[in-house]
């Protein structure tokens, strides 16, 4: 049974940091792609960042380049989400996710992913 558990959210000021860890269990994760989305409320899920399995080759959007990093240890099956520089636009649930083997599909497409998180709550305050 895979499972993959979010940890790290929590209450943050405009201009402070906070760092994501993704658990995960009960698949290849040395194998295995990771993402990070998110979802405010009332919006659609978007794309965080992402690391691909064997180069760890790393993805980002536009709006947290320079701010997040992503990084995966896999002697843990453990992915990271390093968030720095916090904007009240970061406030979302945030969920990590995990691609299937050989997956070809976009990185930032969440229909290229078979696993999902519960999803870890971050709110940044101006």
């Known amino acids: 049974q895979v499972q993959l558990v979010e940890s790290g959210g929590g209450l943050v000021q405009a201009g402070g940091s906070l760092r994501l860890s993704c658990a995960a269990s009960?698949?290849?994760?040395?194998?295995?792609?990771m993402g990070w989305f998110r979802q405010a409320p009332g919006k659609e899920r978007e794309f965080v960042a992402a690391i691909s399995a064997r180069t760890r080759r790393t993805y980002y959007a536009d709006s947290v380049k320079g701010r997040f990093s992503i990084s995966r240890d896999n002697a843990k099956n453990t992915m990271y989400l390093q968030m720095n520089s916090l904007k009240s636009d970061d406030t979302a649930v945030y969920y990590c996710?995990?691609?299937?083997?050989?997956?070809?599909?976009?990185?930032?497409?969440?229909?290229?992913?078979?696993?999902w998180g519960q999803g870890t709550q971050v709110t940044v305050s101006s």
């Open positions: 996710a995990s691609r299937p083997i050989l997956s070809t599909g976009s990185y930032a497409s969440g229909a290229g992913y078979d696993y």
């Open positions: 009960g698949l290849p994760f040395s194998l295995s792609g």
